[in-house]
């Protein structure tokens, strides 16, 4: 008789306890068939959910009105330093009370070069070089400009090695601003033609 054999006698006849133990209102545990499989745990694995970071949820938009957009880059194949700072900083617009419109991943952009490998005899012998930036986006509402400017400032306080940022910023000025500018610039113009008369009287007076 083979094992396969006495296996699924022993199977059966462990299935057919428990099923006669269950009639009867008695918890029967099954029995191990052999000493190999009674040395395996059978404790369930923790999900994967578990070992991460909870989420933090974003304040609520007031306004909707987008005011600053974060890029990162890096040039990194594994992408958990990029992964890990985009989280830290949405972390911090969070805790800052800053919206936000979540971490956007941004298509790949590939980069090709190819060069000779040398002059003369290897000159037809030719190399080929590629870059890829991996690039994430987070996008800022309804924020204050002194709220971003300090947002920014903690992010580069905390820069992490091997991943770039670039900001867009929309600042938003009130009527009126275009005139202000003009006669401000106005003002360094007199202000430069009474600098140059000043120079020149000094130079009269020394001349005399």
Known sequence: MTSGTLLRRAFSSTERAAQLGAEKGIASAPASTSASTSSVSTAPAAPAAERLLPDVQSPPRTHDIHVATLQLTSYNKKTFELDFFADFALRVAHAMQIPTGGIATLPIRTSLWTVPRGPFVHKKSQENFWRRIHRRSIKIYDASDATIDRWLQFLRHHEMAG?????????????????HMQEAASDVTTSEQAVRAMADEILRSSKE
């Open 163 to 179: 991943v770039a940022s670039k900001v867009q910023l929309f600042r938003r000025y009130p009527l009126g601003v275009g005139q």
